[in-house]
């Protein structure tokens, strides 16, 4: 029998193939399937046995089939076993597709002038080149008619179209990430969800400085229409995020524990105090804030 590889190949190979199999297959987030489930590394060594335990076995039978051969059979057994691997077939399809008669044909071949004695072959055309051939003129034929007789898609047409619906994936990623929302595109979120979330992360982080209605203390009163950095669900989202002037108190919540949805959410939220009337309301800071981007039944 022949080998191809050597046992100390074949088994690690047989092995790491079935535990890529395991892998790829087993769904195990981002550890792997081995170190997620206890039991695959129980089932890795077994196989592992195994593999070796069939290796040992065939072994075996090879060499109590080898002892029960006659010496002439054994010397054959031992030839074939030892006859090195040859890619036949791949011989023989290159030397088909290079085409080249031997040297022994050339005289067949040759063509009766004779320059100075430089002779010339009449070789046919090598195959490979000549399918090469065959294969661009019914590439040119279908080129032909599919893109000037049928007008397809050019290039551009296929970049654009790409676009489109790169951006239809981009839109669909953004409603499901929202965590990429920033200056740009944050807006209200008038979810009650939404708000509710805001509210809960309001009252553990804000009411300190700003109270739990709003009304201002350390921090100014969030309820009234005077903004000191502005008003507006960017400017809030804003100055959350980055915080305040240096040295007034207000931390930049980015750096401070609030993942960007979050920030949306409690910039949502504290722009709903608009409507409270605060029980201890601190005076107004800064100017009224007119939005000149928005029109006047939306605030
Ligand atoms: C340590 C006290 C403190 C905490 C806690 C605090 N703030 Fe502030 N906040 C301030 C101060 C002080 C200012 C004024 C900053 C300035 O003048 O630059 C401010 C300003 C603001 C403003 C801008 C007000 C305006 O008039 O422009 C908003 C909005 C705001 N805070 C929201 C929040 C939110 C939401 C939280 C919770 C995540 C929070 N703050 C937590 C002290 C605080």
Redesign the pocket.
Known sequence: MRQLFPSYVRVPLVFFTIFGIIEFFIDSGNEPAFLKYPIIMLFLALVFLIIIAIEAIVSALENVMYQSLDEAAKERYIAAKNRPLKFTWLNNAYKKLVGTKPMEKEQELILDHNYDGIKELDNDLPPWWLYGFYASIIFGAIYLVKYHVFDGDTQYDELESEYAQAKIELEEYKKTAKDLVDFNTVTFLSDAADLAK?KT??E???????KSDGGG??????TDN??????GIK??FK??ND????G????A?SK?G?KPSE?AQ??S??LTLQDITPAEPKEA??DV?VDENVTSDNN
């Open positions: 805001g992360i309001y553990e982080n804000c009411v300190a400085c700003h203390g350390i921090g100014p009163n969030l005077h903004w000191i950095l502005g008003g400017n809030v100055t959350i915080g305040g002037r240096d007034k108190g207000m931390v919540w401070n609030l920030i409690v910039a939220y504290v800071e800064g804030w």
